[in-house]
């Protein structure tokens, strides 16, 4: 096998690709079969609800994309971050850190495709605790990004697998495919 496609890269790559399809599936499914465009919200649960919201920004709805300029060039941002990470995950050689990156691109990929496709990207998950809402209403795509970022920081802080590049030592704690 290449030194390009290990195993664990390989892990990685089929992570992105399975949340990428989950959330364009989900996606597809509530607004096609459940019509949530039309009927705006359905309760679920005593905590959780679909609501449809369509979010013309990036992160936390910033930057929104107000002219059709904008709304490419936050595509082409966008999709210039996915290639990064694509390309970070790629160079690494550990699970974890290709785990937590293929979350982060295949989140990526699936609000790339919505904005790409529509101008705006889908979301419609919507946690509250009564009418305390600790997070605005996301998707799968956005929860993939957010827990991906949460494992590489908490592998960067809290694991030492790096080894001592100095005297040549190698990562401790996962196999490696070289």
């Not at 949530?36 to 929104?64: A, C, K, W």
């Not at 300029?69 to 974890?96: K, S, Y």
């Amino acid at each position: 096998m290449s030194a390009l496609f290990t195993r664990n890269r390989l892990i990685g790559l089929a992570i992105a690709a399975l949340v990428t399809i989950l959330d364009q599936a989900m996606k597809w499914y509530v607004i096609g079969p459940l019509k949530l465009r039309q009927v705006g919200h359905i309760d679920l649960l005593p905590f959780f609800d679909f609501t449809y919201t369509e979010n013309r920004g990036v992160s936390l709805g910033m930057f929104e994309a107000s002219s059709m300029e904008t709304r490419w060039l936050l595509v082409a941002v966008t999709a210039l971050i996915a290639g990064v990470v694509l390309v970070w995950m790629m160079r690494e050689r550990l699970l974890g850190e290709i785990a937590g990156l293929a979350l982060i691109l295949g989140g990526a990929l699936g609000n790339i495709r919505d904005r790409y496709e529509l101008g705006y990207v889908i979301d419609y998950a919507d946690f509250h605790i009564g009418n305390f809402r600790p997070f605005l209403i996301f998707n799968i795509a956005d929860a993939a990004i957010t827990i991906g970022v949460v494992i590489i920081l908490a592998r960067s802080l809290l694991v030492r697998d790096k080894g001592d590049t100095a005297t040549g030592d190698k990562p401790r704690g996962e196999a490696q495919d070289a």
